[in-house]
């Protein structure tokens, strides 16, 4: 069973305590998919300007991923510039370029329209729910969103949440929308707002899951050196709903695989910039680590 993702493509400039990288290949898209495609094959929707670089497409083509909706038009690639200090939890936005984002409309192609499995990362609501009323019967939908969104258009994204089965948030965004600062009372409130599946993501202190049926912890993989946490929460979201993807049926227990696989996709994010690390993960090493994840916390 194939993804399909709508999200951004960036071009992303990034300084750590490590150093400083420029114009790396980033974005919600590009790190999900880096991840999930070690489950299922990926279609990515999202839109670049003339000025991005050829090589990050065919990059994306060499990974497996189906770059058909990928659309190219006039004007500048969203840009995104941030700095981590001592605490690698939170980052702090330089400067950031919607460029050709303002005026994206996400079209598909006639054979990705009944594509099953859709994750909405990160972008605006409206931009969301475009795709999602073009796509047919859709049968498991995830969703991300940000503080900006909650902020700036709340009504819309709770209307989309009546409308997805999983939505993935970190604690910030969990309190900020439900205005409940206990992370289990959030996610009971997100639960209340529409989906099925709600997980909060908690960086370095590692997930919760909520449903009807399962309230489920993990702590993060012990990372020795965070090199660049930038879209380690879109790897995340990647390797969950590549697995639940993989599968026939969403059990208990897949959803709790699904979670021990994310978890361990992202910490190989943090280890290296952009997606230098995510991108040549290899089937082996990743169930090498899940392995000893599973012997960490048993």
Known sequence: MSILVLGTVALDSVKTPHGLKKDLLGGSAVHFSMSARLFTPVHLVAVIGEDFPAKHIQFLREKGIDVTSLKIIKGKTFRWQGEYQDDCNNAITIATELGVLTSFKPEVAIHQKKIKNIFLANVDPDIQKHLLESMQKPQLVGLDSMNYWINNKKKQLISLLKKVDLFVANDQEARSLTGEHNLIKAGSQLLRLGPDMVVIKKGEHGVIFLSKDILFSLPAYPVEEVIDPTGAGDTFAGGLMGYLAS????????????????????????????????????????????????????
Request: aromatic share 10%; proline share 0%; net charge positive.
């Open 247 to 298: 599968k026939n049926r969403i059990t208990n227990q897949a959803i709790k695989n699904a979670l021990y696989y994310a978890t361990v996709c992202a910490s190989f994010n943090v280890q290296g910039f952009g997606v230098a690390k995510t991108s040549n993960i290899q089937r082996q090493a990743l169930e090498k680590r899940l392995r000893e994840f599973k012997a960490i916390i048993s």
